[in-house]
């Protein structure tokens, strides 16, 4: 492994995971709405649901599935490229590796907007898809699987797939530099989600804050909320959002 490839790999990473897409694009839907530091009321109380991220979820809340969708594609785009041109190029895991990580830091923390963006989850899909395709819908399908039909967890369902990249790795490259990756992505991931979950975590034990509300927030819960209905699995199943 040379370092100077390591070094290009990390800045050139970095750099392309920073461009921030949501505050671009934004633009052509936004109208003059404000998409930073979105609140969000919580049904039948006075507490709010603070969204602080610059990700594709955030602007999804107030520019709708149309924005919402188009900019999550590009935050995966402008990490896979990075990822497939490093990969193409070397043939030296790290290499390819470490620029997905350096995507996602990025895109959590961008050097072009103040280091305030996304949560990564984009960004770790748009990476894990040019590494392991397979993965990539094997992970998020169980982990949608697991949190929604059997922990009944919103917030766990949207970590929850991120978290099976670790296992999934080990199992399928058996190379500790894709188990290292795995690991050092869910640290940043984590780190990138301690404000939502903080939240979350203290509005769930004031018993202000359920899948279902949680879900009514983004076009995509509204999607994997009626869906639930259908499957007779909410616990709201006259409830319409």
């Known amino acids: 492994m040379r370092w100077e490839i390591l070094v290009i790999a990390i800045a050139s990473g970095y750099v392309f995971g920073s461009v921030p897409v949501s505050r671009l694009i934004s633009r052509f839907f936004s109208g003059g709405k404000n998409i930073e530091d979105i609140q969000v009321p919580v049904p039948g109380t006075e507490e709010v649901y603070r969204v602080s991220s610059r990700g594709a979820a955030a602007a999804s809340m107030t520019l709708g599935a149309r924005a919402g969708c188009t900019i999550g594609i590009l935050d995966m785009l402008k990490v896979a490229i990075p990822t497939l ?49 397979v993965g990539a819908f094997s992970v998020a399908a169980a982990g949608l699987l697991v949190g929604l039909l059997i922990l009944r967890d919103f917030i766990f369902a949207y970590m929850a797939g991120i978290f099976l990249i670790i296992p999934w790795m080990w199992f399928r490259f058996h190379d500790w530099r894709y188990l290292v990756f795995a690991v050092v992505l869910n640290i940043f991931f984590i780190v990138a989600m301690i404000p939502d979950l903080k939240q979350y975590l203290r509005l769930k034990r004031l018993g202000k804050v359920d899948m279902e509300m949680v879900n009514s927030t983004t076009p ?22």
């Open 85 to 133: 041109i490093f990969r193409l190029v070397f043939q030296e895991p790290s290499y390819f590796l470490t620029v997905a990580i350096a995507g996602m830091i990025g895109h959590d923390w961008p050097l072009f907007n103040r280091f305030k963006g996304g949560r990564g989850v984009s960004s770790v899909y748009g990476a894990l898809f040019v590494i392991d395709w």
């Open 220 to 241: 995509m819960g509204r999607g994997m909320q009626k869906m639930m209905e259908k499957l007779g699995l909410s616990k709201n199943k006259d409830k319409t959002f």
